[in-house]
Each structure stands twice: as C-alpha cells, then as structure tokens.
C-alpha cells in the first residue's frame, strides 16, 4: 500500500494529546486522513482538523462507545502510562493504563470490524525467546502482555494487529520534562548543571518524525500482522554522548553532574533490527541524530522564550 492509502480514511488515535500522538494527528491529518482523537484531555494546541473524543482506555465501555460513533478504519493505540519507575505503586496504573487499554482498543475494534490495529510496544520488554524472561517494570511488564494479547487477537479473532516496538524518543514537543532530554535541554538552556547518573547505558535513539513515519507504514503495510516490529535507529549511543552533544549545542561551559544520580536497577540495551523493519514494512530511520537534536534543541529554546513571556 502506498502513503496515499490512509488518504479519506477514517482513524483513530488514543493518546493524541501526548508526545508521539500529537505530532502523529498532525501527520495523519496532512495525509488527509479523518482523525478521530483520543485523550482524557485535549492537547493544548488544539488543531481544528481534528474530531477529539475525551474518554479513558481503561474502561471498555467508553473505548467501545467512541470506536462505534468514530467507526475507524484504522486504530493507533498511543495512550499509556509511560512510566518506566519500578516502585510497587506503579503496578496498578501501568496495568489499566497499557494492558487493560490495550485489550479494550483490540476488543471494541475487532466487534466493531476495524480493518487494522497499530498497539506501541517498548524497548523496555523482554527479548523475544527469552526463557523465563523477567520484565524489568510493571510498565514492561504491561506492554509485554500486550503484544501477547495482540497476537491473540490475530490468531483467534482475524484482527490485524500490528506492534510496534518503539525505542527512545526524542524531538520537539516532549511533555513530560523529567524525561532526559527536555529536562537536560531546558536545564542547559536556563544555565543550570543537570544531575545524572553515569551516563553510560547505551541507548537506541529514534526522532519522533521517524516515529510517526513507522505508524504510517505499519497502518499501510501488507506485512506484519500479528508480529512486533522494531521501530528504532538500529545504533547504540551512551546517554552520556548524547548529553555531551546537547552541551555542545547549548553552552558548553557549564558542568555536566555525571554520577549524581543512582542508576536504575535492570535497564535492557537493546538496539532495533531495522533490516527487519524495513523488510516487513519498508520503513527505515532518516533522521541523523546530531540533526534531530538540533532541531529539539531549537524547538525548546523558542517554547522558552514563549512561556517566559
Ligand atoms: N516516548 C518514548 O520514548 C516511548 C518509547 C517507547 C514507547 N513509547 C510508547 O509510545 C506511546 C506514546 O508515548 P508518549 O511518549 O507520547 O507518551 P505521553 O506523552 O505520556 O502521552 C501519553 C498519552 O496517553 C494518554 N493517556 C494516558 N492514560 C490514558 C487513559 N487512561 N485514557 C486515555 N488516554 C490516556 C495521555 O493523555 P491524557 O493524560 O490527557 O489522558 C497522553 O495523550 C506510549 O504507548 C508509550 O508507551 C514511548
């Protein structure tokens, strides 16, 4: 299928308001599709192109409301409790959250005949064949049974399911500012020093436009239903390099606090098998890192300047 096929149809997007969901309505709306957005709140920007429906994933009675009045050809399931914090409170919202709103999106499209279903997968999850595999939070844990229960659907119910296994992204927009980029970006843009830990886990880095050019394909392609496929640069690179480079780009005189931070217990390296990805859905990474940091850098010194005002 070409870019042109989501072109008139009609999608649904959960999780709109967030990072990746926003920057993806915007994307689909430029296709031409019709897009249906989902979140507890609408995105502050509001884009007048976009249907929004307020509801939450957890509840299976609202997913099933809104997929029957939006009547998606196309599900992309975004919403999620994106916290990878390994405390026993996150048990319970990562479940509802990523598990429970994953099966409630696959039940409420495969009654309502969706054509396909695009769920986000992450890093974080175990290796596929990995005997007695320990997910390493309650969020992998949640995303892990996830793609189980995808290839359940598919296998019981015909529903295209395709996952996407989205690595570490970065770009402009980032709500959350504890994560590591916006929060050493904008620390370094105020004149502050970031604490962090050493820095030395390697990290699979992937810009949010390739994100989105992933759930494109992945709505569109004629393969990998019922599989994961990786969505990620396909290189390693130690958080402590690309902290380094934001120092570079933003002010390099002011001290980088390495070491201040414990490190977290399990983290996974792991990198995307983008060979894979771009045989299965012809999609493959074209944004080089010193680029997309670049323009995330510029994105947050203007949102800034805007919110200083
Ligand atoms: N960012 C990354 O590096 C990364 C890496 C791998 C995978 N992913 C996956 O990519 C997806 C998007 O991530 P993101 O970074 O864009 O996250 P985000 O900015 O935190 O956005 C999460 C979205 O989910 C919505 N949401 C959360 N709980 C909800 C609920 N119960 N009902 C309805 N909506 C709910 C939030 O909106 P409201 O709060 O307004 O409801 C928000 O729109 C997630 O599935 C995440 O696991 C992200």
Request: charged share 25%; with cysteine; proline share 5%.
């Given at each position: 299928?070409?870019?042109?096929?989501?072109?008139?149809?009609?999608?649904?997007?959960?999780?709109a308001s967030?990072?990746?969901?926003?920057?993806?309505?915007?994307?689909?709306?430029q296709?031409?599709?019709q897009?249906?957005?989902?979140?507890?709140?609408?995105?502050a920007?509001?884009?007048?192109?976009?249907h929004?429906?307020?509801?939450?994933?957890?509840?299976?009675?609202a997913?099933?409301?809104?997929v029957i009045?939006?009547?998606?050809?196309?599900?992309?399931?975004?919403?999620?409790?994106?916290?990878?914090?390994?405390?026993?409170e996150?048990?319970?919202?990562?479940?509802?959250?990523?598990?429970?709103?994953?099966?409630?999106?696959?039940?409420?499209?495969?009654?309502?005949?969706?054509?396909?279903?695009?769920?986000?997968?992450?890093?974080?999850?175990?290796?596929?064949?990995e005997?007695?595999?320990v997910?390493?939070?309650?969020?992998?844990?949640?995303k892990?049974?996830?793609?189980?229960?995808?290839?359940?659907?598919?296998?019981?119910?015909?529903?295209?399911?395709?996952?996407?296994?989205?690595?570490?992204?970065?770009g402009?927009?980032?709500?959350?500012?504890?994560?590591?980029i916006?929060?050493?970006t904008?620390?370094?843009?105020?004149?502050?020093?970031?604490?962090?830990?050493?820095?030395?886990?390697?990290v699979?880095?992937?810009?949010?436009?390739?994100?989105?050019?992933?759930?494109?394909?992945?709505?569109?392609?004629?393969?990998?239903?019922?599989?994961?496929?990786?969505?990620?640069?396909?290189?390693?690179?130690p958080?402590?390099?690309?902290?380094e480079?934001?120092?570079?780009?933003?002010?390099?005189?002011?001290?980088?606090?390495?070491g201040a931070?414990p490190?977290?217990?399990?983290?996974?390296v792991?990198?995307a098998d983008?060979v894979?990805?771009?045989?299965?859905?012809?999609?493959?990474p074209?944004?080089?890192?010193?680029?997309?940091?670049?323009?995330?850098?510029?994105?947050?010194?203007?949102?800034l300047?805007?919110?200083?005002?």
């Amino acid at each position: 299928m070409s870019s042109e096929s989501l072109h008139g149809k009609r999608v649904l997007v959960t999780g709109a308001s967030g990072f990746i969901g926003s920057h993806l309505c915007r994307r689909l709306c430029q296709i031409g599709a019709q897009v249906h957005a989902l979140s507890r709140t609408e995105h502050a920007d509001g884009d007048a192109r976009l249907h929004w429906w307020r509801g939450d994933v957890a509840e299976l009675d609202a997913v099933r409301g809104i997929v029957i009045a939006a009547r998606p050809d196309v599900v992309f399931h975004l919403a999620s409790h994106v916290v990878g914090a390994r405390e026993r409170e996150q048990v319970m919202p990562t479940f509802r959250a990523n598990l429970m709103s994953s099966v409630n999106v696959m039940l409420a499209a495969s009654e309502a005949g969706c054509r396909r279903v695009v769920l986000t997968g992450s890093l974080e999850e175990p290796e596929d064949g990995e005997a007695e595999a320990v997910p390493c939070s309650p969020y992998a844990a949640a995303k892990w049974a996830s793609s189980g229960y995808a290839r359940m659907f598919r296998a019981l119910y015909q529903l295209d399911v395709v996952t996407l296994r989205v690595f570490m992204v970065y770009g402009p927009g980032q709500g959350d500012l504890k994560k590591l980029i916006p929060y050493v970006t904008l620390a370094l843009l105020r004149g502050e020093s970031p604490k962090l830990s050493s820095g030395q886990r390697q990290v699979d880095w992937i810009y949010v436009d390739d994100v989105v050019e992933g759930f494109v394909a992945a709505a569109e392609a004629n393969d990998g239903i019922g599989q994961t496929v990786d969505i990620g640069s396909g290189a390693l690179v130690p958080i402590r390099a690309v902290v380094e480079r934001l120092g570079r780009l933003i002010t390099p005189d002011i001290k980088l606090q390495f070491g201040a931070l414990p490190e977290r217990p399990l983290e996974r390296v792991r990198v995307a098998d983008t060979v894979r990805t771009q045989k299965v859905l012809g999609w493959q990474p074209s944004v080089p890192l010193e680029k997309g940091l670049k323009q995330t850098v510029d994105w947050y010194g203007r949102w800034l300047k805007e919110h200083a005002q």
